[in-house]
């Protein structure tokens, strides 16, 4: 039996076809969650590009911008210059449950928009920091981290709010007004993971180069602009089918990302919507963050600098 069904007028099929490898879960599994979580989710998606994650069966996951071409007329969408690729990509905007319902029978598992909407002129939305762990360490780095990024923010009369990123760290949000130029909300999210990286340097470090984090937690600043990040209550094709959760500032030390699943999460939500209640209101950036953060290379650039130099290094001692 396939399990098909009709559901907010979305016909769906195989519903009970395993998820993914290690994924615990059928697709009926994926589609009662996120028909459960929609009036959470859909706020988060609504009037931004959206990028989404898809598994195939047999194949690997992959990331789809461009909408296929078979997508029904009435899922809303954009057409957006992407100067990378040189091309105009049509993106989808996740604007009601029905159209998310939509891509869960495509099998996209995790949801990704842009921290901008629509209108680009309106600027982004919030500033995200995005805290890893190294490697062999455990969740808790990443809470600490996010421990020292509250501070870095308090001390400039900032705020944010915190969720699990759905895999092994932790995403602060902090949401800022609108109009906020793109270029002064990137120079203010270096200043504040260099403030944090001061406040403990033997835990956290900004070092964008993977051998030079020393085991340390990754401070990730370059989320910015048309940057896409993981959307609060999104699944994650993680073992378990984990879930990126949003939290409050006090459940930070007692949980871990694992404890959150599109089998857990509702029961764990409990009829609350911490995003929305846990989200301070929209804020100025300070103009000292700003100015210190136009004083600090941007990650990849400067990544991409060092890398050059380290292999030219190479070279000439061989």
Not at 69 to 85: D, F, G, L
Not at 107 to 136: K, N
Not at 177 to 189: H, N, S, Y
Not at 271 to 278: C, F, H, S, V
Request: glycine letters at 6%; hydrophobic letters at 40%.
């Amino acid at each position: 039996m396939t399990g098909d069904e009709v559901r907010a007028g979305v016909s769906l099929t195989n519903l009970d076809s395993p998820l993914f490898d290690g994924a615990d879960a059928t697709k009926r599994d994926l589609i009662d969650y996120l028909e459960a979580v929609a009036d959470r989710m859909v706020p988060q998606l609504r009037d931004r590009p959206l990028s989404v994650v898809r598994v195939r069966p047999g194949q690997e996951p992959f990331m789809q911008k461009n909408l296929p071409k078979y997508t029904p007329e009435w899922v809303p969408r954009v057409t957006i210059w992407a100067e990378s690729s040189r091309r105009e990509v049509t993106y989808a905007v996740c604007d009601d449950p029905r159209t998310l319902l939509w891509f869960g029978n495509q099998r996209a598992i995790e949801y990704h928009p842009t921290l901008l909407r629509t209108d680009h002129a309106t600027g982004p939305t919030h500033l995200v920091l995005d805290l890893d762990p190294a490697p062999d360490q455990p969740f808790r780095q990443a809470v600490l981290a996010a421990r020292l990024i509250r501070r870095a923010l308090a001390d400039d009369g900032l705020a944010g709010a915190v969720k699990t990123s759905g895999s092994k760290g932790v995403h602060v949000f902090v949401p800022v007004r609108e109009g906020t130029d793109i270029a002064e909300a990137a120079a203010a999210t270096r200043a504040i993971a260099a403030r944090a990286e001061r406040l403990d340097p033997d835990l956290a470090t900004t070092a964008f180069i993977r051998e030079d984090r020393g085991g340390k937690v990754f401070l990730d600043s370059t989320r910015s602009g048309g940057a896409t990040v993981v959307a609060a209550y999104s699944p994650r094709i993680r073992p378990g089918t984990t879930v990126s959760f949003p939290l409050t500032w006090d459940e930070l030390d007692n949980i871990s990302p694992r404890d959150f699943t599109i089998h857990t999460a509702i029961e764990a939500l409990g009829g609350r919507d911490p995003w929305a209640t846990e989200m301070p209101a929209p804020q100025d950036l300070p103009a000292d963050l700003i100015e210190e953060g136009h004083t600090i290379p941007v990650a990849r650039v400067q990544a991409m600098h060092e890398g050059k130099r380290r292999a030219r290094a190479r070279r000439e001692s061989s």
